[in-house]
């Protein structure tokens, strides 16, 4: 199948006073998979205010943005749409202090099998989590610490 779309994602990486990584682990088109907080941007929307609204959507988290960690720079095949091409780029981010992300599933109409956890950065490894851009962007946020 040949690529007639493309599609652009935007993540956040949020670490705590602890140096754990919030993740989350999702239910999605009958596939698990752990992976940073974030989504799809909408037509209209630049990468940030994305971010800012998927914050939102998912865990009612108002979000600060930092830095820009990491743009894909290589092909990904979306593993959902064989057919589309998907871009994505990650922010270092910060939230309020003491916000509490919940660790059990949310039932929402957008997200109804989500759940949040804090990972020790130190023991995240580079096939941690199910996308490799993902990866990457770890990967890359590790540099810069």
């Given at each position: 199948m040949s690529i007639t779309r493309f599609t652009v994602r935007v993540y956040g990486l949020l670490l705590n006073e602890k140096q754990q990584l919030l993740v989350t682990d999702e239910l999605f088109d009958n596939q698990y998979l752990?992976?940073?907080?974030?989504?799809?941007?909408e037509f209209g929307e630049g990468t940030i205010d994305a971010l800012h609204r998927e914050f939102d959507e998912e865990c009612a988290c108002p979000i600060e943005v930092l830095?820009?960690?990491?743009?894909?720079?290589f092909f990904i095949q979306s593993i959902f749409s064989?057919?589309?091409q998907v871009l994505c780029v990650y922010y270092?981010?910060?939230a309020?202090?003491?916000?509490?992300f919940l660790n059990k599933p949310l039932a929402t109409h957008l997200l109804p099998q989500i759940v949040f956890r804090w990972v020790d950065i130190s023991t995240i490894n580079p096939h941690f989590f199910r996308l490799e851009s993902?990866?990457?962007?770890?990967?890359?946020?590790l540099q810069q610490m």
């Amino acid at each position: 199948m040949s690529i007639t779309r493309f599609t652009v994602r935007v993540y956040g990486l949020l670490l705590n006073e602890k140096q754990q990584l919030l993740v989350t682990d999702e239910l999605f088109d009958n596939q698990y998979l752990t992976k940073l907080p974030g989504g799809g941007v909408e037509f209209g929307e630049g990468t940030i205010d994305a971010l800012h609204r998927e914050f939102d959507e998912e865990c009612a988290c108002p979000i600060e943005v930092l830095t820009h960690i990491y743009t894909t720079d290589f092909f990904i095949q979306s593993i959902f749409s064989p057919n589309t091409q998907v871009l994505c780029v990650y922010y270092r981010i910060q939230a309020p202090p003491n916000f509490v992300f919940l660790n059990k599933p949310l039932a929402t109409h957008l997200l109804p099998q989500i759940v949040f956890r804090w990972v020790d950065i130190s023991t995240i490894n580079p096939h941690f989590f199910r996308l490799e851009s993902d990866n990457r962007a770890v990967q890359t946020l590790l540099q810069q610490m």
